[in-house]
């Protein structure tokens, strides 16, 4: 005990070391030919504890857990530089896969309950501007950024490189900004807001190009602008009409729903209401996660107040323990997708090198829109950086897609959106410190 309490980190190491060991028992391959349950049951243990302790270090180091989870999947699918290449089924174990996707839609469901649709209606000008330029900016450089570095590429690799980069990470910045004291502050208001539409707007972006890709994959011969603009009117109608029947009927459904005294109602409407979203959102041809978005964003505080639960527990806090098991998954999956042989291609580090540039000065660019006087616009430039589990989110949608049965994102490409992704994430919390503190020391008290 005294050896766990002094070292932690190694010791729980160690443990995740012992769990590995026990691939190579025949013991284990004879059970899980009887129980294919069997290998879920330690790919689960083996990715859940390498994500917490991973997680637990990089909070200690003052980042947040999803890069630990990130790094974890990372060291684990690329463990085969040691020798060892007993865990290399986890990358396409397809039960893993589906928690994994599962994980996706609970975590753009988490995100959209942090903002309500009022909300977006009183950010006002300056942050619509700032996520207009955020997304326009940076998903025109991505792309640049492709052409120039992948010209063998095809348009939607490079149409898709720049999508990943319109996505800006909310809860990365919203964790610095509540950690500083900051979170009223002018800047704060229009990063958060900014990063609500930027969502929006960006997930618009991605249902486009996956629908342009999945068109392409069904052997048409190519895509108009004619068809662009029916994948964007179709996925701007399915946002509203998500908005207007939501608001029409959420609160009524939800009413009916809490004269049902039968104990978890809570978490279960909600949770039926985010899947049933998410379920139309993909017979409407667009991603899963937009669905799962648009369900949180239209539960109001307002439609849960009739629940029992409610006085006891928050929603939030009710999905918390189904999100730390969903949601590890995901991120350690994504890493354990990183092959760290494509980083010898001095291309695939040129590539990242450009990505995150682009990525940055792109975001830069949005605080140009900032109308209001006093507003620092370095710090607001800063927020928007992040892409973190948004990101990811991103690069995994266009890791799937393909055209004749080849992937559209080669392993190399996805490396290095991945580096982009990490780099960002690693940068943003000590910038936008320095940045806040800088402000604050300019700015004599009254």
Same mark, same amino acid.
């Given at each position: 005990?005294?050896?766990?309490?002094?070292?932690?980190?190694?010791?729980?190491?160690?443990?995740?070391?012992?769990?590995?060991?026990?691939?190579?028992?025949?013991?284990?391959?004879?059970?899980?030919?009887?129980?294919?349950?069997?290998?879920?049951?330690?790919?689960?243990?083996?990715?859940?504890?390498?994500?917490?302790?991973?997680?637990?270090?990089?909070?200690?180091?003052?980042?947040?857990?999803?890069?630990?989870?990130?790094?974890?999947?990372?060291?684990?699918?690329?463990?085969?530089?040691?020798?060892?290449?007993?865990?290399?089924?986890?990358?396409?174990?397809?039960? #893993?896969?589906? @928690? &994994?996707?599962?994980? %996706?839609?609970? *975590? $753009? +469901?988490?995100?959209? =309950?942090e903002s309500t649709v009022d909300q977006m209606r009183r950010v006002g000008a300056s942050a619509f501007l700032v996520a207009l330029i955020g997304v326009i900016v940076p998903f025109a450089l991505g792309w640049a950024a492709g052409a120039w570095l992948l010209p063998e590429s095809s348009s939607y690799v490079h149409a898709f490189l720049g999508a990943v980069l319109t996505a800006t990470s909310v809860g990365i910045t919203a964790r610095v900004l509540r950690d500083?004291?900051?979170?009223?502050?002018?800047?704060?208001?229009?990063?958060?807001?900014?990063?609500?539409?930027?969502?929006?707007?960006?997930?618009?972006?991605?249902?486009?190009?996956?629908?342009?890709?999945?068109?392409?994959?069904?052997?048409?011969?190519?895509?108009?602008?004619?068809?662009?603009?029916?994948?964007?009117?179709?996925? #701007?109608?399915? @946002? &509203?009409?998500?908005? %207007?029947?939501? *608001? $029409? +009927?959420?609160?009524? =459904?939800?009413?009916?729903?809490?004269?049902?005294?039968?104990?978890?109602?809570?978490?279960?409407?909600?949770?039926?209401?985010?899947?049933?979203?998410?379920?139309?959102?993909?017979?409407?041809?667009?991603?899963?996660?937009?669905?799962?978005?648009?369900?949180?964003?239209?539960?109001?505080?307002?439609?849960?107040?009739?629940?029992?639960?409610?006085?006891?527990?928050?929603?939030?806090?009710?999905?918390?323990?189904?999100?730390?098991?969903?949601?590890?998954?995901?991120?350690?999956?994504?890493?354990?997708?990183?092959?760290?042989?494509?980083?010898?291609?001095?291309?695939?580090?040129?590539?990242?090198?450009?990505?995150?540039?682009?990525?940055?000065?792109?975001?830069?660019?949005?605080?140009?829109?900032?109308?209001?006087?006093?507003?620092?616009?370095?710090?607001?430039?800063?927020?928007?950086?992040?892409?973190?589990?948004?990101?990811?989110?991103?690069?995994?949608?266009?890791?799937?897609?393909?055209?004749?049965?080849?992937?559209?994102?080669?392993?190399?490409?996805?490396?290095?959106?991945?580096?982009?992704?990490?780099?960002?994430?690693?940068?943003?919390?000590?910038?936008?410190?320095?940045?806040?503190?800088?402000?604050?020391?300019?700015?004599?008290?009254?």
């Open positions: 005990m005294g050896f766990a309490r002094r070292f932690p980190f190694a010791y729980a190491a160690a443990a995740i070391a012992a769990l590995g060991t026990l691939l190579a028992r025949p013991a284990w391959a004879a059970a899980s030919a009887v129980d294919p349950v069997v290998p879920l049951l330690l790919g689960l243990s083996i990715v859940l504890a390498a994500a917490k302790v991973a997680g637990w270090l990089t909070t200690r180091l003052g980042q947040p857990a999803v890069l630990g989870e990130l790094v974890a999947g990372i060291l684990i699918g690329n463990l085969w530089m040691f020798g060892f290449h007993g865990l290399e089924w986890l990358r396409d174990d397809p039960t #893993l896969s589906i @928690l &994994a996707e599962l994980g %996706v839609i609970v *975590l $753009l +469901f988490e995100v959209g =309950l500083l004291d900051a979170i009223r502050s002018p800047e704060a208001q229009i990063i958060l807001g900014a990063a609500v539409i930027d969502d929006v707007l960006g997930l618009v972006i991605l249902a486009v190009v996956s629908g342009a890709i999945t068109a392409a994959d069904q052997g048409g011969p190519g895509v108009s602008i004619t068809d662009i603009a029916m994948i964007s009117a179709k996925a #701007l109608a399915f @946002l &509203a009409a998500s908005m %207007v029947l939501g *608001l $029409l +009927f959420a609160r009524r =459904l939800f009413r009916i729903a809490a004269r049902v005294r039968v104990r978890g109602i809570l978490l279960t409407s909600a949770l039926i209401f985010c899947f049933l979203f998410a379920y139309l959102a993909a017979l409407a041809d667009l991603a899963p996660i937009v669905g799962a978005f648009a369900a949180g964003l239209l539960l109001e505080p307002s439609h849960l107040d009739r629940f029992d639960e409610k006085s006891e527990h928050s929603l939030e806090s009710l999905l918390h323990p189904i999100s730390t098991f969903l949601v590890p998954v995901f991120f350690v999956l994504t890493g354990l997708r990183v092959d760290l042989r494509s980083l010898a291609e001095p291309r695939v580090v040129g590539l990242a090198a450009a990505l995150t540039a682009v990525a940055w000065a792109g975001k830069q660019a949005c605080s140009i829109g900032i109308l209001q006087r006093g507003v620092d616009r370095l710090t607001v430039g800063l927020g928007m950086v992040p892409r973190g589990e948004v990101g990811l989110i991103f690069a995994n949608v266009g890791a799937t897609l393909t055209i004749a049965g080849e992937r559209v994102v080669t392993p190399a490409t996805y490396a290095a959106v991945v580096i982009m992704v990490i780099v960002t994430t690693l940068v943003t919390p000590p910038a936008l410190q320095w940045s806040l503190r800088r402000k604050r020391i300019a700015t004599p008290s009254p």
